[in-house]
C-alpha cells in the first residue's frame, strides 16, 4: 500500500464524490486516512525481549549439552546487551517495528484507532444517527466501515464487507483516493435506498477526508 500523502486534487475528488453521495440520502459521510494507528514500539519491545530471553536460555542449555557452561552472571549480561542492541534499532527503525508484531493485534489497534476517529469526529452525533465512517489504516493493510445505530438496524453487515474489500483493493494497487470515490459511492447508493435526503436535510459534517 502506498503511504505517500493525497494531492489536493485526489482530495477534491473525494470531498465532490461525498457531496454528491449525501444529496440522494439523509445520511452522513466522513472519510479518514491513518499511516499507522500505532507506533508499535511498546509492543515490538516486548516480543523482542521474549524472543531473545527464549532463543538465550535454548543456547545455555544447548552450551550445556556440550560440556560447556555458561556463568548466570555471563548470560544475565548477554541478554542486556542483545536487549539493549534491539531496542536501539526499533527506535532508529520504526519501520521495522510493525514487522514484529502480530497481526492480529496490528487490526486490533487499527479498529481502536476507526473506533476513536469515529467518536472524535463526531459522526456518532448526527441527528438521525446515520453517520458512517470510511477508515483505512495504510500500515496495518486496514480498512473498516463504522456506522451509527440508525444505519445498522437496516443495513447488513455483507453490504460493509464489500465496501471494505473495495478500498483495500485501491489501496494495494496504490489507488487510494479512487478507493475512497468507489467506496463513497456505493455507501452512498445504500444509504439512499434506506435514508433517503428529506426537505428538512442539511449537512452535518465536513465532506473532507481526513488524513493522519
Not at 536501539?88 to 487499527?110: M, T
Request: with cysteine; hydrophobic share 55%.
Amino acid at each position: 500500500m502506498t503511504t505517500r500523502s493525497m494531492t489536493q486534487k485526489e482530495h477534491a475528488l473525494i470531498a465532490a464524490a461525498v457531496r454528491e453521495a449525501e444529496a440522494r440520502t439523509s445520511g452522513e459521510i466522513y472519510c479518514v486516512v491513518a499511516r499507522a494507528s500505532d507506533s508499535y514500539l511498546f509492543p515490538a519491545a516486548f516480543f523482542v525481549t521474549v524472543a531473545i530471553v527464549t532463543l538465550s536460555l535454548f543456547v545455555s542449555l544447548a552450551l550445556h549439552h556440550w560440556w560447556f557452561d555458561v556463568r548466570p552472571a555471563t548470560l544475565a549480561l548477554a541478554q542486556l546487551l542483545a536487549i539493549a542492541c534491539a531496542l536501539v534499532v526499533l527506535w532508529f527503525f520504526p519501520a521495522l517495528r510493525i514487522r514484529l508484531v502480530p497481526k492480529r493485534l496490528q487490526f486490533r489497534r487499527a479498529h481502536e484507532n476507526a473506533l476513536k476517529q469515529f467518536f472524535a469526529r463526531n459522526v456518532h452525533i448526527t441527528t438521525a444517527l446515520t453517520g458512517v465512517l470510511l477508515f483505512v489504516s495504510l500500515a496495518e493493510h486496514y480498512a473498516e466501515v463504522v456506522a451509527d445505530a440508525g444505519i445498522n438496524r437496516r443495513v447488513d453487515q455483507v453490504a460493509w464487507n464489500d465496501v471494505v474489500a473495495m478500498l483495500l483493493d485501491h489501496a494495494r494497487r496504490g489507488d487510494l483516493a479512487n478507493g475512497f470515490v468507489a467506496a463513497v459511492g456505493s455507501v452512498g447508493s445504500l444509504l439512499a435506498q434506506h435514508f433517503p435526503v428529506g426537505e428538512a436535510d442539511f449537512n452535518e459534517l465536513d465532506d473532507h477526508v481526513v488524513e493522519l
